[in-house]
Each structure stands twice: as structure tokens, then as C-alpha cells.
């Protein structure tokens, strides 16, 4: 009697429009041809999804089951044949959804960037041939701490700049106290800029509105700059950052372990 078949690997991919989001996607369809992808996205964000998969070749358009829900709601909105489903083939979560500005009620920030993130390591808890779990957090959970921060510190009596940076500390805090039992790997990218081979941009967003507005101010204005003007931004090309973090997601030696994803 011939053994089974091994499972393909199986990835579950959440933040969903974003460009980083469709970058790691992309890059796990390409470098990785036995991987299937669960591409969590809302209902408003359907038609995106549907846009961005017919331009795929057919091969990876295969490798790709798009799941309608929402990550902050219980089971993440699926139902739950879906949701079982998640728990027996997931075999990797790359977990980053996230909400950077307020839009809408006051508690939109804590409920995408908290209660969503614990809702993914309640699946990640109960997924039977889970390998990895690699949070997508930020250099802005040290928020107004100043000198060498180093990548295993986190909680460090600090306080924030903005409810959002707030929020990512407190839902990195979480998936580190879930590390004790489960193989997590955490990234932190500084503001993560357009592609630097190709100059590819995303959606306007991080220093892209300032620059935006540079170009379109008339030549006597004056221009606003974040806090005094003359303290240096941590950019990250996007290509850098998905490279590097799909390569840890497979390194066996990352598990555990907090990276931070910055100009040196």
C-alpha cells in the first residue's frame, strides 16, 4: 500500500488589499510552486481580489482560494466548514492585517489591530500542521523610546506618538506571550517605501501623502513636516522587506525570534 500523499503547503494570508500584503502573496506564488494560499479579504474588497487573481498566470491563479471574511470577527466571519478547513491544512499564517488611521469609529484600531490579531492566534492555536507564524508588526512599538533599541526588547515602559502605534505594541505583546507555545516569528519593518529596482509604488499611504503634497504645494508655502523637521525616517523599499521576510518565514533558525526589517 502506497503512503499518502504529503498535504501541500498552505498558507493563510490576511490584510488583504494592501501592497505589502499582495507582495508577499506574489513573492510565495513565485518562489514557492507547491504553496497554496487562503487570500482572507472583505466583502468591499472582493472585486479587488477578483481583479488582482485574473491578472495571475493560470498556474498560480490555482494556488489561490479567496476567503471572504474579516480578521477582528469570531472565526474571522467564515463559516465554520471553512473554518475547520483553516485548522486542518494551514500550514503557515502571515499575519498583516492592520489599520493605521482611524477611519470610521473610535475603535476601529483596536478592533483590525488587537482583537484581529488575537483571532489569529486562536486559529494558529488550533491548526494541526502549523509551521509558522510571522507577524507583520512595526518599529513603532518602541514608540517614544530613543537610542538602540534592541530586537527582543518590547515592553519597556515606553509611551506612543499615536493610538496606532499603541495598538501595534499591544498586538505584538500578545502574539509574544503566544510564542511560548507556538512557532512564531516577528517582524518589525520601519516605513516601508515603492520598489527600488522598479520604483513601483501601493496605494499612496506612509510618507507618500507628505511627499504628495510637496509636489502639489505652490512654490511659496511653506511646507509641514512631521515633529521638529530635521529628524531622519526610517524607509524600507518594499522589495527588501518582502525578501527578507519570506526568507525567515522558512529559516528554521528564525522561530522565536524578532526581526527588524530597517536601513542599518
Known sequence: MSPEPTPPETVLLTGFPSYLTIRVGMRILRTRPEARIFLLHSGADAPAASQM???LPPEQRRRVVPLEGDVSYMNMGLTSDLYARLVEEVTEIQHLASRYVDQGSAGLLRRVNIT????VLELADQCQRLRRLVH???VGVSGTREGVVLEEELECGQRFWSPWQQTRYEAERLVRRASRKLPVTVLRPAVVVGDSDTGELGPYEGPHD???NLVRARREQPARLPGAGNAPVHLVPVDFVVSAGCH???DPSAQGKTFHLVDP
Open 53 to 55: 487573481l485574473g491578472k
Open 248 to 250: 525567515l518565514s522558512e
Open 136 to 138: 507583520w508588526s512595526t
Open 210 to 212: 507628505l511627499v504628495a
Open 116 to 119: 484581529g490579531t488575537r483571532e
